[in-house]
């Protein structure tokens, strides 16, 4: 049974930073890119950032680049998602996410996903 558990997310200050993890397990995910995306009430999911399994190449939304950096640990079958200088606007629920093809940006190409993890940013 694939299995992608987030952890990490949790009420914090703007300016300040939290590192989302996702454990993955069930199988492998080389090859496969992983995924954060995010839902805030009443808006539509949206992509935040995605890294490829084995190759080092990232991806991410131009609202969270320079603040949000993606990351993964091969090993321990764990993606992170490390969030600086956090904004309120930041708030939502985050999910993990894998997917083995097509454009890195849709949640439909996305075949596995976590429960999700909330992040509140108060002002």
């Known amino acids: 049974q694939v299995q992608l558990v987030e952890s990490g997310g949790g009420l914090v200050q703007a300016g300040g930073s939290l590192r989302l993890s996702c454990a993955a397990s069930?199988?492998?995910?080389?090859?496969?890119?992983m995924g954060w995306f995010r839902q805030a009430p009443g808006k539509e999911r949206e992509f935040v950032a995605a890294?490829?399994?084995?190759?080092?190449?990232?991806y991410y939304a131009d609202s969270v680049k320079g603040r949000f950096t993606i990351s993964r640990d091969n090993a321990k079958n764990t993606v992170y998602l490390q969030m600086n200088s956090l904004k309120p606007e930041d708030t939502a629920v985050y999910f993990c996410?894998?997917?083995?093809?097509?454009?890195?940006?849709?949640?439909?190409?996305?075949?596995?996903w976590g429960q999700g993890t909330q992040v509140t940013v108060s002002s």
């Open positions: 890294k490829t399994w084995r190759v080092e190449i990232t």
């Open positions: 996410a894998a997917a083995s093809t097509g454009n890195y940006q849709l949640a439909s190409v996305y075949a596995y």
């Open positions: 069930g199988r492998t995910f080389s090859g496969y890119r």
